[in-house]
Nanobody
Framework: VQLQAFGGGLVQAGGSLRLSCTAS????????MGWFRQAPGKEREFVAG????????RYTDSVKGRFTISRDNAKNTVYLQMNALKPDDTAVYYC???????????????????WGQGTLVTVSS
């Protein structure tokens, strides 16, 4: 599956953004999906994940209560709604698809085998 992420931009602290990630191919609806981010000088980290049906989600602690991941399988799209943004959320955000055969949504980026190109989110203080 090929992925394309968009929706990043510059926003003030406390503001909101919605990222979208569209997928090509007919396997999207069977794949668990995740959002990761990478800040300058830091490793890429898990942000949120959602299982193939949308029935299970998972978040890193720092975004719980502020970010919401969702998906629309009819549109081959996964979303990341980001509210109450903080300067620490500044990063390039990537969407990713988990490899086939993995049942649970994991935080380990090694279990994801397809990646989008990334979209930059900058939160000013």
């Amino acid at each position: 599956v090929q992925l394309q992420a968009f929706g990043g931009g510059l926003v003030q602290a406390g503001g909101s953004l919605r990222l979208s990630c569209t997928a090509s191919g007919r396997t999207f609806s069977r794949k668990n999906m995740g959002w990761f981010r990478q800040a300058p000088g830091k490793e890429r980290e898990f942000v949120a994940g959602i299982n193939w049906s949308g029935g299970t989600t998972r978040y890193t602690d720092s975004v719980k209560g502020r970010f919401t991941i969702s998906r629309d399988n009819a549109k081959n799209t996964v979303y990341l709604q980001m509210n109450a943004l903080k300067p620490d959320d500044t990063a390039v955000y990537y969407c990713a698809a988990q490899a086939d055969g993995i049942i649970i949504v994991t935080t380990d980026r090694r279990s994801y085998d397809s990646w989008g190109q990334g979209t930059l989110v900058t939160v000013s203080s």
